[in-house]
């Protein structure tokens, strides 16, 4: 499959001018930076144990999984607000392959229930981060729109779980854990309002108790897998504070015990720009039934656990769309013809094709350098959690917004058909606005990143500290660049902490930004002299050149090394440290 990549997919025949896609290739084969990684950052046992499944997913997610997404975007889910006999008895029709999407995901694979308990896919523990966003960043190279629905019922579970009385979970741990589509819930998260999104202390809708039991009101504005059976819930008990303190969380079902439908409706579908395959709504609360989850005023604080998780995944999945992008972009250059040479030969589309391989990579390494992290803060490693309170609003920020530039840019290496429906590259495109909006917009992010965890818990300086422990364990890499990196790092740090002072409001994004690509050019390196890859260490050098030092826009930069680096990194070298040294290090 490596071979394809290389080569174009498909043989053409005499007429077929066309570009081909990457329809039919193994996406875990072709991707052999996410399986060295895997090398890296996964314990040898659980890894052999996963090889068979990750490949069976990958050959799913360029083969099945993906004409099942194509048709799933096209055929979007319809909202049937009564039934026949006239009553309001919502519900949500969605195409065949949208359900046959869901039970490759929950029942055959058991990604919502994965990392919670053992004997998925006969692993005999619960699987840890690294394994868990593998299997989503394959998945969602095909299909991005139900990684919703998996990703929210995976962190509701982690919220029953931590959060949940022991009455709660007996009842609803079963249920949630489920793989029998027969028994399983699903789960989901509603917090935003007309009031608020961002600012979440202004919602609006409000938790009466009556005889011990909670019963909510108002409305809901944006709820994304509308109809699943589970949703947490923010909102404000009657008479609790304004703002934030005063809101409590909630799991809400969609049916109640006796099986009739729980005192709340779905009341419209949006007609969404992506992530068609999916149903996001609004639902009015007349008195929904729901349990209380955790403390009544730690309400928000709890949610934000699961905002934490959601946002990780969303760097994922912005990591698994750009590599499809970039799959797709290599494909078209090495066999569509112009002007009597192949694109790849052109010097401004090799140009083009490293600017959307740089970013890929970046994600690829923050994706498993953030769920190395979190596996030891879920160890109870303190300085660890102290390091992903960061890294993840980073990754989230940056990587979704790099997503959409890799879009459009991928979009473009297909020229006019990149334009068209009946190639993946729109649904790419569309799909990929989404990431800079929900669990918190570009701002929100880098706001947390910097005004709160810099800020508040000086997490720029674990960040510096982890960067320059990397440096000092990768003595493979040539003295000059990583001391070039180490003070690049130290510079990033000093502009975080500047940011994070009374100028957060204005700094935040720039800062936000240079702590991300320093962070994922150091990580890079010492990727590349653990697998001596040539290749790992001179996108770091990209990162370095392209995206953390101001170029002159009037002069062109000294660009021999990087005509030599991208023959490289376009395969066509050896792909060893010893390669590449000279290329970084002059
Ligand atoms: C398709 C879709 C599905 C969704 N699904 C869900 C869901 O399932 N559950 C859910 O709870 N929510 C969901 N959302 C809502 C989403 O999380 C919010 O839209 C998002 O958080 C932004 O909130 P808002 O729309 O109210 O915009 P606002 O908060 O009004 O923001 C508008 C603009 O102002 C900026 N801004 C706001 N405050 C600040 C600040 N302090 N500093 C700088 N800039 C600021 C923002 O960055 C943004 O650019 C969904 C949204 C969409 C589009």
């Known amino acids: 499959m490596e071979a394809r990549l290389k080569s174009g997919a498909r043989q053409k025949t005499g007429s077929d001018h066309i570009a081909p896609d990457c329809r039919g290739m193994n996406f875990y084969r072709a991707d052999p930076a996410f399986r060295d990684l895997l ?21 799913l997610a360029g083969g099945r999984l993906d004409e099942l997404a194509d048709t799933a975007d096209k055929h979007p889910p319809v909202l049937h607000p009564r039934d026949r006999f006239g009553r309001d008895e919502d519900w949500i029709e969605y195409h065949p392959a949208y359900r046959e999407m869901e039970r490759i995901a929950f029942s055959e694979l058991g990604l919502h229930a994965m990392s919670h308990r053992a004997d998925v896919l006969g692993w005999p523990a619960p699987m840890p981060p690294i394994a868990k966003y593998g299997f989503q960043y394959l998945f969602v190279q095909a299909e991005f729109g139900l990684m919703c629905p998996v990703s929210v019922s995976d ?15 007996r009842k609803l741990i079963p249920r949630l854990l489920s793989q029998d589509p027969a028994e399983m819930w699903k789960g989901t998260q509603f917090m935003t309002e007309k009031s608020g999104g961002s600012d979440v202390g202004a919602l609006e809708c409000e938790a009466r108790q009556e005889n011990g039991e909670w019963w909510l009101y108002g409305e809901k504005w944006f709820c994304s897998h509308t109809d699943a059976d589970l949703a947490l819930i923010l909102a404000r008990p009657q008479g609790a504070e304004a703002g934030t303190r005063g809101l409590g969380l909630f799991a809400m079902p969609r049916r109640l015990d006796d099986g009739s439908r729980n005192r709340y409706r779905i009341v419209r579908l949006k007609d969404k720009l992506g992530t068609r395959s999916m149903a996001s ?8 039934f729901a349990w209380q989850v955790g403390e009544l005023r730690a309400g928000l604080k709890q949610m934000l656990d699961q905002v934490n998780l959601s946002r990780l995944s969303h760097g994922v999945r912005a990591a698994a769309m750009m590599r499809r992008c970039l799959n797709e972009a290599l494909c078209v250059a090495r066999s569509r013809v112009a002007f009597g040479r192949a694109l790849i030969e052109m010097p401004l589309v090799r140009r083009q094709l490293l600017k959307l391989m740089v970013p890929t990579e970046q994600a690829l390494t923050m994706y498993a350098w953030t769920a190395d992290v979190m ?4 160890r109870g490693d303190e300085g660890a959690a102290h390091l992903l309170r960061i890294l993840t609003p980073l990754f989230k920020f940056r990587a979704c917004r790099d997503n959409l530039r890799v879009a459009t840019g991928a979009m473009e290496v297909r020229g006019g058909n990149g334009y068209i429906e009946d190639w993946v590259n729109p649904r790419l495109v569309r799909d990929a606005q989404i990431g ?56 990033a740090v000093a502009f975080g902490a500047r940011a994070s002072g009374s100028e957060a409001e204005r700094l935040s994004r720039m800062a936000a930004g240079a702590l991300y690509n320093v962070a994922s050019a150091v990580v890079m390196a010492w990727e590349a002299a653990r697998l001596d890859s040539g290749r790992r260490l001179l996108l770091s050098r990209m990162v370095v050149e392209h995206r953390l030092i101001v170029q002159d826009p009037l002069v062109p930069a000294n660009e021999a090394w990087e005509e030599r680096a991208a023959a490289l990194l376009l395969g066509e070298g050896d792909d060893t440290i010893h390669q590449a040294a000279a290329l970084v290090d002059h």
């Open 281 to 288: 709504g609004e639902i009015r609360l007349e008195g929904a």
């Open 155 to 169: 962190t509701s579970n982690f919220i029953i779980l931590r959060y949940g009385s022991e009455e709660l979970k």
């Open 39 to 59: 090398e890296v950052y996964m314990e040898p046992a659980l890894r052999a144990h996963l090889e068979p499944h990750l490949d069976r997913l990958g050959e």
């Open 375 to 378: 596996s030891r803060a879920n």
């Open 436 to 491: 800079v909006l929900w669990e918190g917009t570009s701002n929100i992010n880098a706001l947390d990143a910097i005004g709160r965890a810099a800020a508040k818990m000086g997490a720029h300086k674990a960040l510096g500290a982890a960067l320059h422990a990397r440096l000092a364990e990768a003595s493979r890499v040539p003295e000059k660049f990583r001391s070039r990196l180490a003070e690049l790092v130290d510079r």
